[in-house]
């Protein structure tokens, strides 16, 4: 996927319909937390339990998205960066329930799974639609997409590990779907950071650029 350099759309940062998406996302990621990490706590499931960390992390994500929000390409290059690193623990903790999982030898309740995978998505398609227009841009922007799009490819996992532990009778697709969150997560925030690091880069030489210029008059 295409990246935007960020001094290219500080627009769409200071426009209130997106702040207005921001906040949908944010309560909308919020409430599915709770709801998941609870039905992933009874269900016994690794994928829903992970799916819910994913809700908590894009939640944050949105919080820092909205806090920089109209600052320049530096703050949102920072923070940026910090929503990288937050992401990529995701990921870490998500790989440890994994495994322990796996060789706790637990076993999820695939109905469970099912319905509360289903109101996932759906939450996760809303607010996709949401942020369609906005998924062009700098790091900050970028991320916000990045996260809601692997929201929704994480929730169509989580179906798929419902019916694969309903028909197996084993919790392998379940886990199976638990090292794919942990994956996403990785991956996500080291394509976020390496957007991030150069806008920084850039953010700098302008500062570095503006003062020689004012130096010399």
């Not at 998205?65 to 870490?92: H, P, Q």
């Not at 906005?134 to 590990?161: H, K």
Request: proline residues 3%; charged residues 15%.
């Amino acid at each position: 996927m295409a990246c935007c350099c960020g001094s290219s759309s500080p627009s769409p940062h200071a426009a209130p319909r997106y702040r207005r998406v921001l906040w949908i996302a944010l309560v909308v990621n919020a409430g599915m937390f709770g709801v998941e990490m609870l039905a992933g706590m009874k269900a016994d499931s690794t994928s829903l339990m992970a799916d819910s960390l994913d809700f908590l992390g894009d939640a944050a994500n949105y919080a820092i998205s909205l806090g920089v929000l109209g600052m320049g390409l530096l703050w949102r290059a920072r923070a940026s960066l910090v929503k990288a690193a937050t992401l990529a623990g995701f990921g870490v903790v998500v790989l440890g329930v994994t495994l322990h999982n796996l060789f706790a030898g637990s076993y999820p309740d695939a109905p469970t799974m099912g319905a509360v995978g289903v109101l996932a998505l759906l939450a996760n398609l809303a607010v996709l639609l949401l942020l369609m227009r906005y998924r062009e841009g700098d790091s900050n922007m970028r991320s916000v997409w990045i996260c809601t799009r692997n929201d929704v490819i994480g929730n169509g996992a989580v179906l798929l590990a419902a019916l694969g532990v309903f028909g197996s009778g084993t919790a392998l697709p379940d886990l199976i779907v638990g090292g794919i969150f942990a994956f996403l997560s990785l991956s996500g925030g080291w394509k976020i950071a390496r957007q991030a690091r150069g806008e920084l880069r850039e953010a700098r030489d302008a500062e570095r650029l503006g003062t020689t210029a004012t130096e010399s008059r």
